[in-house]
């Protein structure tokens, strides 16, 4: 089994992503197992954004449409237009719903567990 770890480092730009994008496709035959990190600042994004739900700030709206706009233009700089982005740029959407459902339980709850953390924290990963 190949295990690829890539850091946010390894996606600051559209280049380096390319990068590693044409390193997995040339290891596809050991059928790789691909883990990334957040882009670069998205931790800290979503990490703000749950501290101000849970303090009743509406500014976690403002989060969430940074978010939103930041993989969009990365899904737009990569893929070419067609079903393909229209598909990345779905699950973009879905993901970014996922968040604004945790947003607004831990802002109706003013409570913000680990656990909540956790899946927060998760979606960066998963975007």
């Known amino acids: 089994m190949l295990v690829m770890k890539f850091d946010a480092g390894s996606m600051v730009s559209a280049d380096r992503l390319r990068d590693m994008a044409r390193l ?8 790789p197992v ?6 670069p600042k998205v931790t800290d994004l979503l990490l703000q954004g749950a501290r101000e739900a849970k303090a009743r ?3 976690y709206e403002d989060r969430l449409e940074e978010l ?9 700089g990569l893929v070419a237009e067609g079903p393909r982005r229209r598909r ?6 879905a993901l970014v719903g996922e968040l604004r459902t945790c947003y607004t339980a831990v802002y109706s709850l003013e409570e913000l567990t680990p656990r909540t953390l ?3 924290d998760a979606i960066g990963e998963r975007l």
């Open 57 to 59: 700030h509406g500014e």
């Open 68 to 76: 939103k706009d930041e993989h969009e233009r990365v899904a737009r």
């Open 88 to 93: 990345l740029l779905g699950h973009v959407g």
């Open 118 to 120: 956790d899946a927060v």
């Open 24 to 31: 997995v496709q040339r290891s596809l035959p050991r059928k």
């Open 34 to 39: 691909v883990v990334t990190s957040a882009l």
